[in-house]
């Protein structure tokens, strides 16, 4: 047993697991700064009061029974949801809060539990990826709460004029697709909040047929659509303390009350010199880039190789989701390019990473942090002369844009194993 620990990659993953703790103790401290509860406490409170998000706790749950076999897969599913009638019951009688998914968080962590002691060996690395990879998704969202309010408190002031005057040289995309979505009606706009808030599910259900094989071949592939939600997840909220943006609704709507510039959106777009605007010190500073765009990016990406369902899946998602981003009022095209931009450029170097660097993956990454950061710079420096030269710098970004997709398409084909014909011998001539 000890010797399994000594293994390189076993010391990895538990530097890994370390600096995840880490990040999250410090969350924690963070937010116990502002007089909020943290990530941890967030999550612990999940095993006995409503969870946020049951979907995402069966989500979470459904990814963790990607190492199970049938027979233990039906028993804990089976115990999530009988876990969560009980609960459901209690509520009701008590007149709490209803919502589902203790059930779920009890099975994955009493499968924690389990393999820490009734496993050894590979079964047992191999249950406690499984459990890691279910409580890392769930961890995700609590921290990225915890990110959020961080960003409001520490950036009073935003960059939202910035980004709505360089937003003049894609045609204001964002007050477009507000009236549009405003003539759809409620169906229209439920449809949409409904995928803009199941994304993480959507990146299960995608990620479970990746991971199909992981109970009989009892090893994870060597890359796969977690790991960019992940570490998608994990640097976004950077770029929010470097260019704080809280969105259209917000900076030119009726959402953002007296702090807003006017209400404009999505009736009439700014025309005002760009400048820093103070803003509450409530509204996450959450729009560069768009995390949104980039995590249903790499759901489009990944669904390319699986059943046609799952391929309009993924294409409706990524149309939805840019629909709603824009049609709410939550982000300006600028973001959404910049959102695609970072996935793609985070995808490759994950793909760079398992399949072994070289030239070709060293050039993607490069060439797509380039233009993330070209983006970020004209963006904040060039914002008058974008809205000034739109026939100019409108193409200019959008050809950005797709040099990155182009790139990262033409680079990833050539990764692809080339398949070699059999070899089949010539016919012989009869001989008479």
Known sequence: MFAAWRQPRAILWTAAGMVVLGCLILLEIAARHYGQPGPITNQAREV??????GPLLYASMALMM???????RLIAAGAAVGIDVVFFLVRWAVDAKMMFGNGALWVILAYAVIALTRRSGRERVLLLKGVGLALLLVAGRKTGDTWLLITSKTRPAVLDQYVATADHALGDP?????????ATG???AHVLDYVYIQLAVAAVIVALYQLRHVA????FPDHHLVRTFLVIGLLGPAFYMIFPVVGPIFAYGTDGGHWAVADLWPGTPPTNAPQHMPFDLITPRNCMP????????TIFVHSRRAPRPLRIGGTFWLIATLGATLGFGYH????LIAGVVFALTIEAALRSHARGWDRSGLQLVAHGGTVFTALLVSYRYLPTEMAGHPWVFGPLLILAMLSVIHGYVRTTRLWEPKTVPAWRPEPQPELV
């Open 48 to 53: 006995i009061f409503a969870p946020k998000s």
């Open 186 to 188: 409620p169906v229209g």
């Open 174 to 182: 964002s007050w477009l697709a507000g009236r549009i979505v405003r």
């Open 216 to 219: 009989v071949e009892r090893r």
């Open 66 to 72: 990607v190492v199970l076999t049938w027979r233990q």
């Open 290 to 297: 768009s995390l949104h765009t980039a995590w249903a990016t």
């Open 332 to 335: 300006y095209g600028t973001d």
